[in-house]
C-alpha cells in the first residue's frame, strides 16, 4: 500500500473498488452494518488528522470491523445536515440560491465544524436505513429508488451499489475545488460526509 503521505484520492478511489469487489465476493453485510463499522472505527480514529490514507482504512473496517450497535438516540438524526464545505465556485454568486453563496457559506462554518457534519451526515444515514428496516420502505414513483419512512429518498441502498455511487460521484467535486480545503492529494472530513451523500443520491 502507498505510504499515508503519498496517498491521494485516486488511492482511496482504488481502496473503494476493492471493498466493492470483496463486498460482492463475499457477501452478507449489509449497508446499514457497514455504515454502523465505519461509525465505530471512526470513534477509534477521530482525533488523528483527516486524511484519504485514513478514510480509505475506514472503508476496509466498514466491511471487516464489528459494527457498532444501534444508539437509539441516533435516531433523532432526522435528516442530513447542511455543508457549508461543498461550494460552486463555478457559478457566479448572483445565479446561487442564497445559502449556497460564498459569504453565507463562510458565516456556516462559523457555526460548525467538518467533522460534525461528517458525524451528523453519518449518523443520518445509519438511523434513516434503521427507519426503514423498521417500517419498511415504499417504492419512489421512478420504480428505481426507494423512499425512506422520513421521505428521504434513496438512490442505492445495497452496500455495492452505494459505494460505487460515491466513488464515481466524488471525482467531479474534488477536482474541480468544490470542497473547501479538499483537493487530490488532501481532504477535510466534510470530503468524507460529502462522499457518504453520494452513496445516497447520485445515480
Known amino acids: 500500500?502507498?505510504?499515508?503521505?503519498?496517498?491521494?484520492?485516486?488511492?482511496?478511489?482504488?481502496?473503494?473498488?476493492?471493498?466493492?469487489?470483496?463486498?460482492?465476493t463475499f457477501?452478507?453485510?449489509s449497508l446499514d452494518e457497514?455504515?454502523?463499522?465505519v461509525w465505530a472505527s471512526f470513534t477509534r480514529h477521530k482525533a488523528e488528522a483527516p486524511a484519504w490514507f485514513l478514510f480509505a482504512q475506514l472503508m476496509k473496517d466498514g466491511l471487516t470491523a464489528p459494527p457498532a450497535p444501534y444508539?437509539?438516540?441516533?435516531?433523532?438524526?432526522?435528516?442530513?445536515?447542511?455543508?457549508?464545505?461543498?461550494s460552486r465556485p463555478d457559478i457566479p454568486d448572483s445565479h446561487l440560491p442564497a445559502s449556497l453563496r460564498s459569504?453565507?457559506?463562510?458565516?456556516?462554518?462559523?457555526?460548525?465544524?467538518?467533522?460534525?457534519?461528517?458525524?451528523?451526515?453519518?449518523?443520518?444515514?445509519?438511523?434513516?436505513?434503521?427507519?426503514?428496516?423498521?417500517t419498511g420502505s415504499?417504492?419512489?414513483?421512478?420504480?428505481?429508488?426507494?423512499?425512506?419512512?422520513?421521505?428521504?429518498?434513496?438512490?442505492h441502498w445495497e452496500l455495492a451499489e452505494f459505494l460505487d455511487a460515491a466513488e464515481r460521484g466524488l471525482w467531479k467535486p474534488v477536482?474541480?475545488?468544490?470542497?473547501v480545503g479538499t483537493s487530490i492529494e488532501q481532504c477535510g472530513w466534510a470530503a468524507l460526509a460529502v462522499f457518504l451523500h453520494l452513496g445516497m443520491v447520485y445515480e
Open 34 to 37: 457497514f455504515l454502523r463499522a
Open 1 to 24: 500500500m502507498t505510504e499515508a503521505g503519498a496517498f491521494t484520492v485516486e488511492d482511496f478511489g482504488g481502496t473503494v473498488q476493492e471493498v466493492i469487489e470483496a463486498s460482492r
Open 27 to 29: 457477501p452478507g453485510r
Open 71 to 86: 444508539d437509539e438516540r441516533w435516531s433523532g438524526f432526522t435528516k442530513g445536515p447542511g455543508n457549508p464545505w461543498l
Open 138 to 155: 415504499a417504492p419512489s414513483v421512478d420504480g428505481l429508488s426507494w423512499d425512506s419512512p422520513r421521505g428521504h429518498r434513496w438512490q
Open 103 to 134: 459569504k453565507n457559506l463562510e458565516a456556516e462554518r462559523r457555526r460548525t465544524t467538518e467533522i460534525q457534519v461528517f458525524e451528523e451526515t453519518l449518523l443520518f444515514l445509519i438511523s434513516d436505513l434503521n427507519s426503514m428496516l423498521r
Open 175 to 179: 477536482e474541480d475545488g468544490w470542497i
